[in-house]
């Protein structure tokens, strides 16, 4: 089982932007995907991007390019750098292993990190 770390979440002003980090804890994490998911309150959580062992990203499409996955295999990471956000992305964003290419999750979650987005 991955053990999975975020941060990076924080308080924004609408417009900005905020990097979003995962760290995990086992080489498990260089032959999984894995995507980041959220979920803002009174809502589902929904996958908001997902990137394959390879380095390929997928985005859900009500982003419009705001975002911008990537990972780093041999330090264990991958990232989220979040630009021009709306008050809309307010939302505990996790981290997870997932199966490619649907982005459904595996069972392996982060304990999230809050973003909130200001008008």
């Known amino acids: 089982q991955v053990q999975l770390v975020e941060s990076g979440g924080g308080l924004v002003q609408a417009g900005g932007s905020l990097r979003l980090s995962c760290a995990a804890s086992?080489?498990?994490?260089?032959?999984?995907?894995m995507g980041w998911y959220r979920q803002a309150p009174g809502k589902q959580r929904e996958l908001v991007a997902h990137?394959?062992?390879?380095?390929?990203?997928r985005y859900a499409d009500f982003l419009k390019g705001r975002f911008t996955i990537s990972r780093d295999n041999a330090n264990l990471t991958v990232l989220l750098q979040m630009n021009s956000l709306k008050p809309e992305d307010t939302a505990v964003y996790y981290c997870a292993t997932v199966h490619w290419p649907a982005g459904l999750p595996k069972g392996d979650w982060g304990q999230g990190t809050q973003v909130t987005v200001s008008s």
């Open positions: 990137i394959s062992t390879g380095g390929i990203p």
């Open positions: 086992s080489i498990v994490f260089s032959i999984n995907a």
